[in-house]
Nanobody
C-alpha cells in the first residue's frame, strides 16, 4: 500500500511557474513508476507526464513538452512536476499516481496506475 500526498499547487499568472511535489509513504518507492495527471472542470482526467522507476526515462503529453519537467528523488520518496510558462489552459486539479512494476518503462494510461493522490489545484490566470 502506498499513500500519495501532492502539494505545491496554487494561483499563478500566465507565464509563471510552479513546482508540484508528491510525497509517497513506504520504503519501496523505487519500485514504482510515477505519473502526473490533471482534470479540468467538465473534462476527463488526462495524462500529463510520467517517469520510470530510476528517473532515467520520462514522457509528456505534447501540450506540455518543453514547459514541464518531471523528476524524482528516490531517497526522499518524492516525485516532482516543474511547470514553467504556465497557460490558462493548464488550469486543473493535478494528481500524482503510482504503479508497482518491475519494468524499466513509464506509463501514460490511467488504468495502469494502482494508487492515486488526492490532487492539488493549479489555477493560471490570464
Amino acid at each position: 500500500q502506498v499513500q500519495l500526498v501532492e502539494s505545491g499547487g496554487g494561483l499563478v499568472q500566465a507565464g509563471g511557474s510552479l513546482r508540484l511535489s508528491c510525497a509517497a509513504s513506504g520504503r519501496t518507492f523505487s519500485s514504482y513508476a510515477m505519473g502526473w495527471f490533471r482534470q479540468a472542470p467538465g473534462k476527463e482526467r488526462e495524462f500529463v507526464a510520467a517517469i520510470n522507476r530510476s528517473g532515467g526515462s520520462t514522457g509528456y503529453i505534447d501540450s506540455v513538452k518543453g514547459r514541464f519537467t518531471v523528476s524524482r528523488d528516490n531517497a526522499k520518496n518524492t516525485v516532482y512536476l516543474r511547470m514553467n510558462s504556465l497557460k490558462p489552459e493548464d488550469t486543473a486539479v493535478y494528481y500524482c499516481a503510482a504503479k508497482l512494476t518491475s519494468s524499466s518503462g513509464y506509463y501514460t494510461e490511467r488504468y495502469y496506475y494502482d494508487y492515486w493522490g488526492q490532487g492539488t489545484q493549479v489555477t493560471v490566470s490570464s
